[in-house]
């Protein structure tokens, strides 16, 4: 006979109770804040990013000899495909909400080195396409900034978030100055060489075999830790990190 907690249990760990609960932590902590239309576009820019970060390791991966991606369905813009409940719901909304950045992870893609070609240098290349496909995005920001939008927007955007704020912008130039910073920070926070994030690749690939079974250890601890490094933020740890960030994409916009 069934154990009617063990049942209970699982019901509360299924992927939608876990969304549901989510979607109520951040719509609570929306009322005890200020629910800017800024932090609304915010979140909608920083999930697509999200999602098609991972989907690019997945093409990468196809593009290499590794088709576990493509057959697990993960190849997609389907963004239910690739929904974490809480790195693509949760963590983004409370980091916006708070202002502390634009931090979070979709359902990492099924990758198997074993399969390419070439398995210690394609899989730090497909580390890297997350990282590389979000400068793309940021750089189609700068474009459209220069090129679509009307003569001297770029100029008047750089202005906007250097003297002003980006809420003096219309939604157009809001959402693409949005594409490019978020897209930026995302770049350099996935950068850095520390597990699981795609930099560690680097490290990886550099390291010897015999380093092998402790950085494995490492990487078993390292998601939690980060979590809470990345809700903690001690000593303005993300600022360190998306401000410069934001900034070096800002000036580009003037150059």
Do not use: C
Not at 194 to 216: F, I, K, N, T, Y
């Amino acid at each position: 006979m069934a154990d009617p907690r063990s049942s209970r249990r699982s019901q509360l760990l299924h992927p939608q109770a876990l969304v549901a609960l989510g979607l109520i932590l951040v719509a609570v902590w929306a009322l005890r804040h200020t629910l800017s239309s800024t932090t609304l576009l915010i979140f909608v820019v920083v999930v697509p990013s999200i999602m098609l970060h991972e989907v690019a390791h997945g093409v990468a991966a196809l593009a290499f000899g590794d088709d576990t991606a493509k057959r697990a369905g993960r190849l997609t813009l389907n963004p239910l495909r690739h929904v974490d409940p809480i790195g693509t719901l949760v963590l983004p909304g409370v980091l916006a909400l708070s202002g502390l950045g634009a931090f979070g992870y979709a359902k990492p893609v099924p990758i198997n080195p074993s399969r390419m070609r070439s398995p210690r240098n394609h899989s730090l290349l497909t580390s890297l396409a997350g990282p590389a496909t979000n400068l793309a995005l940021a750089g189609i920001s700068i474009i459209v900034l220069r090129f679509a939008r009307p003569a001297g927007t770029a100029l008047h955007v750089y202005d906007a978030y250097t003297y002003i704020g980006i809420n003096s912008l219309d939604i157009a130039d809001r959402v693409l100055f949005l594409l490019g910073f978020l897209n930026v920070s995302l770049a350099v926070f996935n950068l850095i060489p520390l597990p699981p994030l795609d930099g560690s690749a680097v490290v990886e690939r550099l390291l010897p075999a015999a380093a092998w079974p402790a950085w494995s250890t490492l990487r078993q601890y390292a998601m939690p830790i980060l979590l809470v490094v990345v809700l903690w933020n001690p000593h303005g740890f993300l600022g360190h990190i998306f401000g410069p960030a934001g900034q070096a994409w800002a000036d580009l916009l003037k150059a």
